[in-house]
């Protein structure tokens, strides 16, 4: 499998949703204010120094190498911790800028919706349109005796299918890899859609959730994207997502001048933690932009970013998605179908929790095992932890995040 599985995730089948270090080399932009009454915003100190001691042990412990985590209510960072080093002797900074792997699909997801609000796609087109090798797709089907043969899908593939993962889209097994490993990071995003439209659907359109280890759906969906729009996948969310929220610390591919915000990559070997990628090296720049997981952010842009999802689709007074198109996104469009467990579904671009009334609750996802980020609607709740490791990383660490967070809320927001 190609080595950018990095910034990717395989499946999980739930939702994972010290103090501030020195800065070295450029200077970090000022934080968004922090509260010094924790139990003004519902959170106890001891809680907050429990999810402190859990970072500070999985470190003693070589589960991490480092460590960075932040909770927030509404535009307020309530508590951002680090541990763990950057690099050799250089403290982890709190406005580290590490790959969200595909936690990256929310970012894609709002691509696709503000095309869709643009009316230059609709959420009912065939991929076809775009991508015109997949109107001659097939489904792999296998009849009672045992007998498998290819017929004409029942529906085309659609954009809304490339959103919820239900396309029946091969992404998994030997031909998948195969075009895989020939197009990321040699070619580009719509090559690789292309391809993968040269391989039968494992189930007719609508059928069946199917993620696969990279969520390759959000690739073809990045190639839609591109050919829609005019503009790659980077230059598209830069324009109309990153700049225009104020997201300074946002990319694809990380500027040279901030390579000193990137910590070195490790890797479990055998059991132990071995370095991957050394502090402040990303990977190298190429034309494929993953719309699986290609975004790095800082934790103020990802508080920043999250806003949208509180606030209906507005942040700061910009304005780039209606209160209907992210109500829409934070849907549970699977029903039945969900492969999860304990209420948990899909939206749009990560997973959902609805209320029993059906009002969404929780939305978020996870990303190589190393990033979560979710936000809370009813606690009016963001939340994000990230450690620099490759896949598979530590999805056991993430969900004893998950309880210690609540663990350490005291109440509810208060109403302002």
């Known amino acids: 499998m190609s080595d950018f599985l990095a910034r990717l995730c395989p499946i999980v089948v739930a939702l994972v949703f010290s103090s501030a270090c020195q800065h070295v080399g450029q200077k970090a932009p000022a934080l968004p204010p922090q509260s010094e009454d924790l139990g003004e915003h519902g959170f106890s100190k001891e809680g907050l120094a429990a999810i402190e001691e859990m970072m500070e042990t999985a470190i003693r412990d070589g589960r991490i190498p480092s460590g ?38 929310m970012y894609t997801a709002v691509a696709a919706m503000i095309l869709s609000e643009r009316r230059v796609i609709s959420l ?29 899908p029942d529906t085309p593939v659609t954009i809304y299918h490339l959103l919820t993962h239900t396309g029946g889209l091969t992404v998994s097994g030997d031909s998948f890899w195969a075009a895989w490993n020939a197009h990321s990071e040699r070619t580009t995003t719509t090559d690789l859609a292309r391809a993968l439209a040269q391989l039968p659907l494992r189930s007719q359109p609508g059928e069946r959730f199917e993620y696969g280890p990279t969520g390759a759906s959000y690739e073809v969906l990045g190639a839609v994207i591109e050919i829609a729009s005019g503009q790659t996948l980077e230059a598209f969310m830069t324009e109309n997502i990153f700049a225009a929220l104020g997201l300074n610390d946002t990319y694809f591919y990380l500027p040279p001048e901030k390579s000193d915000r990137m910590p070195a990559f490790y890797r479990r070997v055998d059991g132990a933690l071995q370095l991957d990628r050394a502090y402040g090296v990303d990977f190298p720049r190429t034309t494929f932009f993953h719309g699986g997981g290609g975004v790095r952010s800082s934790p103020q842009d990802i508080l920043r970013f999250a806003q949208l999802f509180l606030n209906g689709g507005a942040v700061g007074g910009v304005r780039i998605l209606r209160t209907e198109s992210v109500r829409l996104m934070m849907t549970d469009h699977l029903g ?22 059906g009002t969404p609750a929780q939305y978020g996802w996870v990303g190589g095992g190393y990033a979560t980020l979710w936000v809370d609607l009813r606690e009016r709740l963001v939340a994000y932890f990230a450690f620099p490791m490759m896949p598979p990383g530590d999805n056991a660490l993430l969900n004893e995040f998950r309880r210690l967070v609540y663990a350490a809320m005291t109440g509810p927001k208060p109403n302002p």
């Not at 349109?129 to 009672?144: G, S």
Request: a negative charge; hydrophobic letters at 50%.
């Open 68 to 105: 960075i985590a932040m909770l927030a209510r509404d535009d307020q960072i309530i508590w951002l911790g680090t541990a763990g080093d950057m690099g050799p002797g250089i403290p982890m900074r709190d406005d580290a800028i590490i790959p969200l792997a595909s936690v990256g699909k």
């Open 124 to 152: 009912d087109d065939p991929v076809s349109k775009y991508i015109p090798e997949f109107a001659n797709v097939l489904v792999e089907v296998t009849d009672a005796a045992g007998k498998t043969s290819l017929v004409v």
């Open 336 to 357: 039945a179908m969900t492969p999860f467990r304990d209420g948990l579904s899909w939206g749009f671009g990560a997973a959902v929790l609805a209320t029993e009334s």
